[in-house]
Nanobody
Framework: QVQLVESGGGLAQAGVSLRLSCTAS??????????MGWFRQAPGKEREFVTA????????TVADSVKGRLTISRDNAKKTVYLQMNHLKPEDKAVYYC?????????????????WGQGTQVTVSS
C-alpha cells in the first residue's frame, strides 16, 4: 500500500509562487514504477485534474486551465513529486491532492489512481 503525504500548502497572495511536495512511502516497488498526478478540489466543486507525470518523468500532461503556471516534476531518488505553482490566482484556491498509479501511463481521470494523499490546502488572497 502506497502512502502519500502532501506538504507546502498555505496562504499566499495572488501573483506569488508556492511549491507543493508529495512524498511516498510504503512502496512494494520503487516509485519509478508509478505514474503520479496532482488534482485539486475547490469548495462545492468536483475534484479536477491539474497535472500528471509518467513514471520516468519523461512525459507530463497539464490541464489547460493551469498550463504555463503549474508544473509537475519528480525526484525518484527522494520518492517525491513536486507541483510548482507560479503566478497564483484566487481561482487556484483548493485542496491539492497527490495521487499514484502503478504503471507507465499518467491519466487525467481521478478514478484511474489507486492511492491518494490527505491533501494540502492552498488559499490565495487577491
Amino acid at each position: 500500500q502506497v502512502q502519500l503525504v502532501e506538504s507546502g500548502g498555505g496562504l499566499a497572495q495572488a501573483g506569488v509562487s508556492l511549491r507543493l511536495s508529495c512524498t511516498a512511502s510504503g512502496l512494494g516497488r520503487t516509485i519509478n514504477s508509478y505514474a503520479m498526478g496532482w488534482f485539486r478540489q475547490a469548495p462545492g466543486k468536483e475534484r479536477e485534474f491539474v497535472t500528471a507525470i509518467s513514471r520516468s518523468g519523461a512525459s507530463t500532461t497539464v490541464a489547460d486551465s493551469v498550463k504555463g503556471r503549474l508544473t509537475i516534476s519528480r525526484d525518484n531518488a527522494k520518492k517525491t513529486v513536486y507541483l510548482q505553482m507560479n503566478h497564483l490566482k484566487p481561482e487556484d484556491k483548493a485542496v491539492y491532492y497527490c495521487a499514484a498509479r502503478y504503471g507507465t501511463l499518467a491519466p487525467t481521470t481521478p478514478t484511474e489512481y489507486a492511492s491518494w494523499g490527505q491533501g494540502t490546502q492552498v488559499t490565495v488572497s487577491s
